[in-house]
Structures are given as C-alpha cells and as structure tokens.
C-alpha cells in the first residue's frame, strides 16, 4: 500500500469516526441548559450523606477490625472500602463534570471567551480523565493502600464542602447577571 | 458525441443534472434561498458547471486538451462556491453564541491552514497531476472543518436545527469520499478514471438527495442570537471555575502520587 494512501485514508478514517461519535445520540440533559436557577441547584448531592461515609472509611474503624475479626471478613471489609472509595471517585469526577458543564454554559451565554481559558481547561479536562482512569484502575486491581484511600477520603469530604460554596456562590452570581440581562433586553424591547 | 463516456456515466450525470435542478426548484419555492444563499449560489454553479462540461465534452470529448484546462477551472470556481456554502453552513450552526462564535473560527481557520499543509506536504511527490491533488486538499479542509464544528458543538452543548446539521453532514461525506476517490486516482489513474468519474457522480448524487430531502419544507428564520450574559460575567466567573478544576486536578495528582504529599 503507498504511502499517499495512508496519508489521507488515515485522515478520513479519523475524521469520519469523529464525525460519527458528534453524530452520536446527544444524552439527555447534555444539550444546553440556559436556565441560570439551575446552577444554584448543583453541588449538594454528595454532602448528604457525608458523615457516614466518613465513618465507614475511617481508619480507626478498619484498625479494630483488623485486631478483632478473622481474615475473610476483614478481606470483606477491605473489598467494601474499594467500592465506596470508587463511588467517591465517581462523585468527584461528578463535581468536575458540573463545573464543566457550568463553565461551557457561561462561554456559550457570554459575548467574548478567551481562548487561553478555554484551551487551559481543555487541557484540565484531558489531565484529570486521564489521572481519574489511572486511578480507578489501580483501586480495581487492588494497587491502591489504604492510606490512600483515607486520604481520598479526606479530600472528597474537604472538596464537597468547598465546592458546594462555590456552586452556590456561582450560581447566585450567574443568576444575577441573567436577570440583569433580562431586565437590559425588557429595557430595549420597549424603547422599541 | 461523448464516445467515450460509457453509457451508465451518461445517464448518470443527466439523473446528476436533473436531481440538482429539483433542489434548485425546492430552493426556490420553498423560499430557502433566503436562509441558505450562499448554499443556492453553490447548487446553482455546480448546475451551471454539469451543463457547461457537458457541452464541452460534446463538443471537444472528454480526452481533449482543451476541455480539461476549463473543465477543472469551472471546477476550481464550484469549489470556492462550495467553501463558501460550508461557512454558511457552519455560521448557521454555531454563530448564535457569539463568544465561542469568535474563537471557532479562529481554530476553524487554522485548521484549514494546518489541513492545507499536511496535504501539500502528504503529496509534494512529482508536480503532475496538481489540481486533483489541489482539490483532494481543499475537499479534506471542508471535512476538517465540518467535523471540528461538530466537536464544537459536542463540547458545548449546542443542539443544532437538523437541516443545518444535514447539510453540514453531506458536505463532509461528499469531501471524504471525494478526498478518497482523488487519492485511489492518483494511485491507479489509467484503470481508474472511468470508474473514478463514475463513484464521483454518485456521491454527489447521495448529497444531493440528502439536501433535497432537507430542504423538502420552508425553513423558517434562523435561530436568533441568544440573550447572553454581561462580558464581566465569563471575565470573573471563568478564571474561578478554572481554578477549582485546577484545584480538584491537583488534589486528584495527590491521590495518584501519595508519595509527594507525605514528603
């Protein structure tokens, strides 16, 4: 096969696999969502029930197991903690994802974006899918101590609380400049 | 009178004449043209441009050395018409939301100069055959620049009206082929160029029964501009939003390297 042939049947075989995956059924609740209440509704999921899964990862909890019961239950309980330490993982890649969404909404809705910000979170996008799959796997094979897991733990707990203030305080903020701009538009329709 | 086109080619290219009079019809009296005209002006050239070769092989045949030459010049102003339809097109999709409007087709740009160069570069072999290899180019740019408009719009959510995205897709399906149809050419051009013209016509022959049966029904106005936000609001919000990403990326290294955060 020459190399021409290669060199622009690779092109078209990507590029029609890329138009083939944006083609691809839309999901649900992906299209654009203009509605700015809806971003003051983001970012309390994951707090609810927070206190309890904090028990259930802590270490002194494990510890006493460890010293109290036989091994199968112990593997048992080890087994359990990687599950809610993925779910957690799950959860944070969900608050990543809400950011994200809330990010394109306002690029969409705004009259000029920077190209420096959009590319830079292109970037954080591409940098957490990949660290996010590295570590789920390792949690999967069973690499991951537990220490991390603790320490996963903390940082999920530490970020929801953060991140739920910050979703509020953009949402309220983004609501306002919305309703501003209604009130602008409402404002040029009757001068009309 | 056209000995030696085969008998199949001819009649494809009359079913070719005839499919795109009926859209220039439909163009019409659906009044679509308002919406679409730099669209109408392409299918009104590449109509022009059937008739015209027509004659000219007619008159010349289809080996001749005076056909080519203006064969492939009428063909270079059908491709400029068709460049121009395609931004009509991509306007029509993404232009609403003037601020990722005005980065699009800045990347949009580049690509096509980025496209244009790998496909100067992928062909630099021999000077022979330069306007196929001009056109293979330009036709993967179109491609290029259709499927980036579509990741665009994946990326930010945007729903499309589907008469736009219907174009959109058979513009960039009518390039593919034709960016593979040029290549197979080049490759194998004395046993090819019957069946080359042949598989040529019935791709654009597809498209243009898929813009017919997209333009079947008046397409109302375009969409208007969204109501968007005030310019400070991206301006404070965007750099946050960045920095929490940022944050819950590094917090995510943490996990990935515990041994950087215990030293």
Redesign the interface.
């Known amino acids: 096969m020459s190399v021409t042939l290669i060199l622009f049947f690779g092109p078209i075989a990507l590029l029609l696999l890329a138009l083939g995956w944006t083609l691809w059924k839309p999901r649900e609740g992906k299209n654009l969502q203009t509605d700015p209440r809806w971003l003051e509704e983001r970012g309390q999921r994951h707090t609810t029930y927070l206190p309890q899964i904090r028990q259930a990862l802590a270490p002194a909890d494990y510890n006493y197991l460890s010293k109290r019961t036989p091994r199968g239950v112990q593997r048992r309980v080890r087994r359990e903690r990687v599950g809610i330490a993925l779910a957690y993982l799950a959860a944070l890649r969900g608050d990543f994802e809400s950011l994200l969404r809330m990010a394109r909404v306002i690029a969409l809705l705004s009259p000029e974006v920077a190209a420096t910000r959009e590319f830079e979170r292109l970037r954080l996008i591409a940098k957490f899918v990949w660290r996010y799959q590295i570590i789920r796997w390792k949690l999967l094979a069973g690499f991951a101590p537990m220490v991390q897991l603790d320490g996963l733990s903390d940082l999920v707990s530490g970020l929801s609380v953060r991140m739920e203030a910050a979703l509020n305080e953009l949402g309220e903020r983004a609501a306002a400049a919305a309703e501003l701009a209604s009130s602008m538009n409402r404002r040029g329709l009757g001068a009309v | 009178m056209l000995k030696e086109i085969s008998q199949s080619q001819q009649i494809l290219w009359a079913v070719n004449l005839a499919a795109g009079a009926l859209l220039l019809v439909l163009l019409g009296l659906r009044k679509n043209y308002r919406a679409f005209p730099a669209f109408s002006l392409y299918v009104l050239l590449n109509l022009t441009l059937g008739i015209s070769v027509f004659a000219l092989y007619s008159r010349w045949g289809f080996f001749s050395r005076s056909s080519w030459p203006i064969a492939w010049g009428m063909q270079a102003l059908v491709l400029c018409a068709r460049a121009l339809a395609v931004t009509e097109v991509c306007k029509h999709l993404l232009s609403r939301?003037?601020?990722?409007w005005?980065?699009a087709w800045?990347v949009l740009l580049a690509c096509v100069a980025f496209v244009l160069l790998?496909s100067g570069l992928?062909?630099r072999?021999g000077l022979g055959f330069v306007l196929p290899k001009a056109e293979?180019g330009l036709e993967?740019a179109i491609?290029?620049v259709?499927?980036a408009v579509?990741?665009f719009?994946?990326?930010?959510?945007?729903?499309a009206k589907a008469t736009d995205?219907s174009l959109a897709?058979g513009f960039?399906l009518y390039s593919?082929f034709s960016?593979?149809n040029n290549?197979?050419l080049?490759?194998f051009l004395d046993n090819y160029v019957a069946l080359w013209n042949f598989l040529g016509m019935l791709a654009f022959l597809a498209s243009l029964l898929l813009w017919s049966w997209t333009l079947r029904k008046p397409q109302g106005e375009a969409l208007p501009e969204?109501?968007?936000?005030?310019?400070?609001?991206?301006?404070?919000?965007?750099?946050?939003?960045?920095l929490?990403?940022?944050?819950?990326?590094d917090?995510?290294?943490?996990?990935?390297k515990?041994e950087v955060?215990r030293n």
């Open positions: 939301y003037r601020g990722v005005a980065l800045r790998y992928a062909a072999r293979r993967l491609a290029a259709i499927v579509f990741v719009m994946r990326y930010y959510g945007v729903k995205s897709v960039c593919c960016v593979l290549t197979i080049e490759r969204e109501t968007l936000l005030p310019l400070g609001v991206y301006q404070s919000l965007a750099p946050q939003i960045n929490r990403l940022r944050s819950l990326n917090q995510l290294c943490k996990i990935w515990p955060t």
